[in-house]
C-alpha cells in the first residue's frame, strides 16, 4: 500500500517544485494579504476629523475644547459659522461637529444645564458609535470636574458629596482594544482556506481536464490510495502556510501567543482535513478548472461571512446563526484566538475541536465516496 | 472606426451570452444571492450581548443596577456567577462577552463615600463589540447613577442640586438609528459589482484564444477599439441588470433609504461598470487562459475592494501609507458614491471628485486595454 502511495506524494512535491508560478502563488499572496489586513482592517477609531463651532469664547468652552484636542482621539478644526459646521458634515470633511452657543459659561456657573451641541454623521455607524461614546466620556469628564469644583468654590465643600456610581473598564486578553490582535490571528484560518481548497481542487480537476487520471485509474493503485497520496502533501503544504502566517503575525504584527502551541497545531490539522475534504468535494462536482473556479467563489464567500473572522456570529440572524454551526472555519477561529490571546487549553476547547473533528469525518467520508462514485 | 463592424462583434457577443444560460444564469444569480448572504450576515450592530453578573452584594441597589442591564435590547443576562472562578470561565471559553462584578461593599461605599465603582470585564479579543459594549454599559451606569442621585437628595430633603452642569445634545445624522446595515449594504452594491463585472468580461478575448477563434477573429477587418467596444456594450447591459438588482434588494428588500436622485444613480453606475468591464477585459486581453483571466481579476477585484474601498473599514483610520494607495482603488470612488446618494442624497454636483477620479479612470483603462490588444496570433 504504502509503495503505491509514497510515488504520488513524490510526484506532488516535485510538480509543486518544478512549478515556480505555483510557489509564488503560495507565499506572496499571504503576505500581500496578511500587510493588507494588518494594517488596513481596523474599527478603531483615532483622529476622528472634527469641526467646533465656539460662539461662547469664554474660559470654559475654551477649557472644554483643548479637553477633545488632548485626548488624542478627535482632529480638532475650527468652524466660524453654523453654516460651516453644516457643509463640512455634508462634504464628509469632518465626521463630529461640537457646537458650542454663546452663553454656556453663563449658564455653567448657574449651575444649570450648559448645552453641548454634537452632531454626528451616522454614514459609517459603528465609527460614528465610538466617536459619540468617546464625546460623551470626554464630556462627562468636564462636568464632573467642573461640579466638584463649583462646590468646592460655592459650599465650601472639599472635594465632593456627590453621589456617583463609576463603570471601571476591565478589557480582558487585549488590554489596549488592538484591532490587530483580532483580525490577524483569524487569517490563519482564512488564508489557508482559501489555498488549501483552491490547491486540492485543482489539482484534481487539472488531472481530470488533462486526461491524467484516466491513466493513474488503470494503474494498479486504488481509489483511497490514490486519494491519500493526493492529499498528504497538501496538509504539509497547509501546516507550512499556518506556520508562516503564526511567524509573520507574532515576529511582524507582535501579537502575544499566550496558549499551549500544541492545541494550536492539533486544532490545524482538524481544520486543514476538513479544508482538503471541501476541495475534494469540490473537484468531484466540476469537470473544468474554470468550473472549479466559480465553485470556489461561490462555497467560499460564505465560509468567511458566516465565521466571526469580521462579522460577530450574535448579531446575525439566527437562521444564519444554525449555519455557522457547520462552518468548521467558526470553530477553528475560536480555536485559534482561544489559544493566541485567551491562552485557554484543551479543557475549554474540547467542544470546538469535537465539533471540527466530527464535520472533517463527515466531510472526508462524503468525498472520498463521491470522488470514487465519479471515477466509475 | 465602422459602426457596421462594432454592430457585428456586439451581436455576436449578444448571441453568445444569449445561447450559454448556464453563465446567463451565474452572471444574475451571483448578485442576488451575494446580496442575501452579505445583507444578513454581515452587521455590526450590538445586540442581545451575552452578559454574566457578579453581585457580591445582593443589595436592593445592586439588583436594580444590574435589572437596567436586562431591560435593554443591548445585552442579554444569561448567568448570574456566584464566584469569581465562574466569571473567568464564563469569559474565557466565549459564553458571555461582558462580565458586571458588583464589589461586596456596594451600598455602604455609596452611602460613605459617595462613590462606588463596578467592575466592566470585557472579552476583548473582539475589540470592536467590547468597546461598542463598554460604551452603552457606561451609558446605562451613568443613568443608574443620576437616578440614585436624585432619590438620595430627595431623601435628605435637600433641593435637588445641580447634578450635570452640562448635558451632550447629539444628534445623529444621515443615519439616524446608527443601523450598521445603512452603511454597509450600499457599499456591498458597489463590491458586487466590482467582482460580477470583472468576471463578466474577463473571459471574453480568453476565450477566443483556447477555443481557437482568435485565428478566425485577426483575419477579420475589426479593428481593436470596434472589438473592445463591441464586446463591451453587451456586457453593459448585463451589468445594468445585474446593478438593478443589487439597489432593488438594498432599497425595498433592505429598506435602505434612497435620498439621491435615480439619475445622479444611473449616471455614475454606468461609469463604475464601464471601469470594472473594462478591466475585466484588459485582463482577458493580458492573460490568455480563461481560468488564469478570471482568477487574476478575482485578485484585482476582491480584496482591494473589501478592504481599501472603505466600503466596512474607515478610510480615513489607515496608515497614511496605506491611504495613498486607496486612492489606486476604484471603487473607492464608487463606494462614496452610492453611500452618499443613498444615506447624504447628494447631488452630481457634489459627487464630481469622485465622478472626475472615475472618467478618467476608465479612460486609462480603456486606452490601455485598447492599445494591448494586437492583432496576431504570437
Same mark, same amino acid.
Given at each position: 500500500?504504502?509503495?503505491?502511495?509514497?510515488?504520488?506524494?513524490?510526484?506532488?512535491?516535485?510538480?509543486?517544485?518544478?512549478?515556480?508560478?505555483?510557489?509564488?502563488?503560495?507565499?506572496?499572496?499571504?503576505?500581500?494579504?496578511?500587510?493588507?489586513?494588518?494594517?488596513?482592517?481596523?474599527?478603531?477609531?483615532?483622529?476622528?476629523?472634527?469641526?467646533?463651532?465656539?460662539?461662547?469664547?469664554?474660559?470654559?468652552?475654551?477649557?472644554?475644547?483643548?479637553?477633545?484636542?488632548?485626548?488624542?482621539?478627535?482632529?480638532?478644526?475650527?468652524?466660524?459659522?453654523?453654516?460651516?459646521?453644516?457643509?463640512?458634515?455634508?462634504?464628509?470633511?469632518?465626521?463630529?461637529?461640537?457646537?458650542?452657543?454663546?452663553?454656556?459659561?453663563?449658564?455653567?456657573?448657574?449651575?444649570?444645564?450648559?448645552?453641548?451641541?454634537?452632531?454626528?454623521?451616522?454614514?459609517?455607524?459603528?465609527?460614528?458609535?465610538?466617536?459619540?461614546?468617546?464625546?460623551?466620556?470626554?464630556?462627562?469628564?468636564?462636568?464632573?470636574?467642573?461640579?466638584?469644583?463649583?462646590?468646592?468654590?460655592?459650599?465650601?465643600?472639599?472635594?465632593?458629596?456627590?453621589?456617583?456610581?463609576?463603570?471601571?473598564?476591565?478589557?480582558?486578553?487585549?488590554?489596549?482594544?488592538?484591532?490587530?490582535?483580532?483580525?490577524?490571528?483569524?487569517?490563519?484560518?482564512?488564508?489557508?482556506?482559501?489555498?488549501?481548497?483552491?490547491?486540492?481542487?485543482?489539482?484534481?480537476?487539472?488531472?481530470?481536464?488533462?486526461?491524467?487520471?484516466?491513466?493513474?485509474?488503470?494503474?494498479?493503485?486504488?481509489?483511497?490510495?490514490?486519494?491519500?497520496?493526493?492529499?498528504?502533501?497538501?496538509?504539509?503544504?497547509?501546516?507550512?502556510?499556518?506556520?508562516?502566517?503564526?511567524?509573520?503575525?507574532?515576529?511582524?504584527?507582535? @501579537?502575544?501567543?499566550?496558549?499551549?502551541?500544541?492545541?494550536?497545531?492539533?486544532?490545524?490539522?482538524?481544520?486543514?482535513?476538513?479544508?482538503?475534504?471541501?476541495?475534494?468535494?469540490?473537484?468531484?462536482?466540476?469537470?473544468?478548472?474554470?468550473?472549479?473556479?466559480?465553485?470556489?467563489?461561490?462555497?467560499?464567500?460564505?465560509?468567511?461571512?458566516?465565521?466571526?473572522?469580521?462579522?460577530?456570529?450574535?448579531?446575525?440572524?439566527?437562521?444564519?446563526?444554525?449555519?455557522?454551526?457547520?462552518?468548521?472555519?467558526?470553530?477553528?477561529?475560536?480555536?485559534?484566538?482561544?489559544?493566541?490571546?485567551?491562552?485557554?487549553?484543551?479543557?475549554?476547547?474540547?467542544?470546538?475541536?469535537?465539533?471540527?473533528?466530527?464535520?472533517?469525518?463527515?466531510?472526508?467520508?462524503?468525498?472520498?465516496?463521491?470522488?470514487?462514485?465519479?471515477?466509475? | 472606426?465602422?459602426?457596421?463592424?462594432?454592430?457585428?462583434?456586439?451581436?455576436?457577443?449578444?448571441?453568445?451570452?444569449?445561447?450559454?444560460?448556464?453563465?446567463?444564469?451565474?452572471?444574475?444569480?451571483?448578485?442576488?444571492?451575494?446580496?442575501?448572504?452579505?445583507?444578513?450576515?454581515?452587521?455590526?450592530?450590538?445586540?442581545?450581548?451575552?452578559?454574566?453578573?457578579?453581585?457580591?452584594?445582593? #443589595?436592593?441597589?445592586?439588583?436594580?443596577?444590574?435589572?437596567?442591564?436586562?431591560?435593554?435590547?443591548?445585552?442579554?443576562?444569561?448567568?448570574?456567577?456566584?464566584?469569581?472562578?465562574?466569571?473567568?470561565?464564563?469569559?474565557?471559553?466565549?459564553?458571555?462577552?461582558?462580565?458586571?462584578?458588583?464589589?461586596?461593599?456596594? #451600598?455602604?461605599?455609596?452611602?460613605?463615600?459617595?462613590?462606588?465603582?463596578?467592575?466592566?470585564?470585557?472579552?476583548?479579543?473582539?475589540?470592536?463589540?467590547?468597546?461598542?459594549?463598554?460604551?452603552?454599559?457606561?451609558?446605562?451606569?451613568?443613568?443608574?447613577?443620576?437616578?440614585?442621585?436624585?432619590?438620595?437628595?430627595?431623601?435628605?430633603?435637600?433641593?435637588?442640586?445641580?447634578?450635570?452642569?452640562?448635558?451632550?445634545?447629539?444628534?445623529?445624522?444621515?443615519?439616524?438609528?446608527?443601523?450598521?446595515?445603512?452603511?454597509?449594504?450600499?457599499?456591498?452594491?458597489?463590491?458586487?459589482?466590482?467582482?460580477?463585472?470583472?468576471?463578466?468580461?474577463?473571459?471574453?478575448?480568453?476565450?477566443?484564444?483556447?477555443?481557437?477563434?482568435?485565428?478566425?477573429?485577426?483575419?477579420?477587418?475589426?479593428?481593436?477599439?470596434?472589438?473592445?467596444?463591441?464586446?463591451?456594450?453587451?456586457?453593459?447591459?448585463?451589468?445594468?441588470?445585474?446593478?438593478?438588482?443589487?439597489?432593488?434588494?438594498?432599497?425595498?428588500?433592505?429598506?435602505?433609504?434612497?435620498?439621491?436622485?435615480?439619475?445622479?444613480?444611473?449616471?455614475?453606475?454606468?461609469?463604475?461598470?464601464?471601469? @470594472?468591464?473594462?478591466?475585466?477585459?484588459?485582463?482577458?486581453?493580458?492573460?490568455?487562459?480563461?481560468?488564469?483571466?478570471?482568477?487574476?481579476?478575482?485578485?484585482?477585484?476582491?480584496?482591494?475592494?473589501?478592504?481599501?474601498?472603505?466600503?466596512?473599514?474607515?478610510?480615513?483610520?489607515?496608515?497614511?501609507?496605506?491611504?495613498?494607495?486607496?486612492?489606486?482603488?476604484?471603487?473607492?470612488?464608487?463606494?462614496?458614491?452610492?453611500?452618499?446618494?443613498?444615506?447624504?442624497?447628494?447631488?452630481?454636483?457634489?459627487?464630481?471628485?469622485?465622478?472626475?477620479?472615475?472618467?478618467?479612470?476608465?479612460?486609462?483603462?480603456?486606452?490601455?486595454?485598447?492599445?494591448?490588444?494586437?492583432?496576431?496570433?504570437?
Amino acid at each position: 500500500m504504502f509503495a503505491r502511495i509514497i510515488p504520488i506524494v513524490v510526484k506532488e512535491f516535485i510538480e509543486l517544485k518544478r512549478d515556480k508560478w505555483a510557489r509564488f502563488r503560495l507565499i506572496v499572496p499571504t503576505l500581500v494579504q496578511m500587510l493588507l489586513f494588518g494594517y488596513a482592517a481596523t474599527y478603531e477609531v483615532y483622529h476622528v476629523s472634527t469641526i467646533v463651532l465656539d460662539l461662547d469664547h469664554s474660559q470654559e468652552s475654551r477649557e472644554l475644547v483643548s479637553r477633545f484636542t488632548f485626548s488624542g482621539r478627535f482632529n480638532v478644526a475650527v468652524a466660524r459659522s453654523q453654516a460651516e459646521v453644516t457643509k463640512a458634515i455634508d462634504a464628509s470633511s469632518a465626521a463630529v461637529a461640537l457646537v458650542i452657543h454663546a452663553g454656556f459659561a453663563a449658564l455653567l456657573r448657574k449651575g444649570q444645564d450648559a448645552p453641548l451641541q454634537v452632531i454626528v454623521d451616522g454614514t459609517n455607524s459603528n465609527t460614528a458609535l465610538i466617536a459619540l461614546g468617546y464625546v460623551n466620556s470626554i464630556a462627562r469628564g468636564f462636568a464632573q470636574d467642573y461640579a466638584s469644583n463649583l462646590a468646592g468654590r460655592t459650599l465650601g465643600v472639599r472635594g465632593t458629596k456627590q453621589i456617583q456610581v463609576t463603570l471601571e473598564q476591565r478589557p480582558w486578553f487585549n488590554p489596549d482594544l488592538n484591532g490587530r490582535w483580532f483580525f490577524v490571528p483569524g487569517l490563519i484560518g482564512t488564508l489557508t482556506l482559501v489555498i488549501i481548497v483552491n490547491l486540492t481542487a485543482f489539482a484534481i480537476v487539472r488531472e481530470r481536464e488533462v486526461g491524467t487520471l484516466e491513466q493513474i485509474m488503470v494503474s494498479p493503485i486504488r481509489p483511497a490510495e490514490f486519494i491519500v497520496g493526493k492529499t498528504v502533501p497538501f496538509f504539509v503544504i497547509g501546516l507550512g502556510e499556518v506556520a508562516l502566517i503564526v511567524a509573520v503575525a507574532m515576529l511582524w504584527f507582535q @501579537v502575544p501567543f499566550v496558549g499551549n502551541p500544541f492545541v494550536l497545531l492539533f486544532g490545524s490539522a482538524l481544520f486543514l482535513l476538513s479544508s482538503l475534504a471541501l476541495g475534494l468535494l469540490i473537484s468531484t462536482l466540476c469537470s473544468t478548472q474554470q468550473q472549479a473556479f466559480s465553485m470556489n467563489f461561490f462555497i467560499l464567500n460564505p465560509f468567511f461571512i458566516l465565521s466571526g473572522f469580521s462579522f460577530p456570529i450574535a448579531s446575525m440572524p439566527q437562521v444564519l446563526q444554525w449555519f455557522t454551526y457547520l462552518n468548521p472555519l467558526r470553530y477553528y477561529l475560536v480555536v485559534i484566538r482561544g489559544t493566541f490571546l485567551k491562552g485557554v487549553g484543551l479543557s475549554v476547547l474540547w467542544p470546538e475541536l469535537s465539533a471540527m473533528a466530527a464535520i472533517a469525518a463527515v466531510l472526508l467520508t462524503t468525498s472520498i465516496l463521491r470522488f470514487r462514485k465519479s471515477l466509475e | 472606426m465602422k459602426f457596421r463592424r462594432l454592430k457585428a462583434i456586439g451581436v455576436k457577443e449578444i448571441l453568445q451570452v444569449w445561447r450559454d444560460p448556464r453563465s446567463l444564469m451565474i452572471a444574475l444569480l451571483l448578485p442576488f444571492t451575494q446580496m442575501l448572504l452579505f445583507g444578513y450576515g454581515v452587521n455590526l450592530d450590538l445586540k442581545h450581548l451575552p452578559v454574566c453578573t457578579f453581585d457580591r452584594e445582593g #443589595s436592593q441597589l445592586s439588583q436594580d443596577l444590574l435589572k437596567r442591564f436586562q431591560a435593554t435590547q443591548y445585552f442579554n443576562i444569561v448567568h448570574n456567577a456566584k464566584t469569581y472562578a465562574e466569571v473567568k470561565a464564563a469569559i474565557d471559553d466565549g459564553q458571555c462577552g461582558l462580565a458586571i462584578v458588583i464589589p461586596s461593599d456596594f #451600598s455602604e461605599r455609596l452611602n460613605d463615600l459617595g462613590t462606588a465603582p463596578v467592575q466592566a470585564i470585557l472579552d476583548a479579543t473582539d475589540d470592536n463589540t467590547a468597546n461598542i459594549a463598554f460604551g452603552y454599559a457606561a451609558a446605562i451606569v451613568e443613568g443608574y447613577s443620576n437616578d440614585v442621585e436624585v432619590t438620595w437628595m430627595n431623601r435628605q430633603g435637600k433641593a435637588l442640586q445641580q447634578i450635570q452642569p452640562m448635558v451632550v445634545q447629539s444628534r445623529v445624522w444621515f443615519n439616524e438609528d446608527l443601523e450598521s446595515r445603512n452603511f454597509i449594504i450600499p457599499g456591498l452594491v458597489a463590491m458586487i459589482m466590482a467582482l460580477v463585472g470583472a468576471q463578466l468580461t474577463s473571459l471574453t478575448i480568453s476565450r477566443e484564444w483556447e477555443r481557437g477563434t482568435m485565428e478566425l477573429l485577426v483575419s477579420t477587418p475589426v479593428k481593436p477599439i470596434e472589438l473592445m467596444l463591441g464586446k463591451l456594450a453587451p456586457y453593459l447591459v448585463l451589468g445594468w441588470l445585474d446593478a438593478a438588482i443589487c439597489l432593488v434588494l438594498a432599497a425595498l428588500w433592505f429598506g435602505v433609504p434612497y435620498r439621491g436622485t435615480l439619475f445622479a444613480l444611473f449616471v455614475t453606475t454606468s461609469l463604475f461598470l464601464i471601469v @470594472v468591464l473594462s478591466i475585466g477585459y484588459l485582463m482577458s486581453v493580458l492573460i490568455r487562459s480563461q481560468v488564469g483571466a478570471s482568477q487574476i481579476a478575482l485578485l484585482v477585484t476582491m480584496l482591494p475592494t473589501t478592504l481599501l474601498s472603505g466600503y466596512i473599514f474607515p478610510i480615513d483610520q489607515m496608515p497614511k501609507v496605506i491611504q495613498g494607495i486607496t486612492y489606486l482603488v476604484y471603487s473607492r470612488y464608487y463606494v462614496s458614491i452610492v453611500k452618499d446618494l443613498f444615506l447624504k442624497g447628494s447631488s452630481l454636483a457634489e459627487l464630481s471628485t469622485p465622478i472626475l477620479f472615475l472618467v478618467v479612470y476608465a479612460s486609462a483603462v480603456m486606452l490601455l486595454a485598447a492599445r494591448a490588444f494586437r492583432k496576431r496570433l504570437d
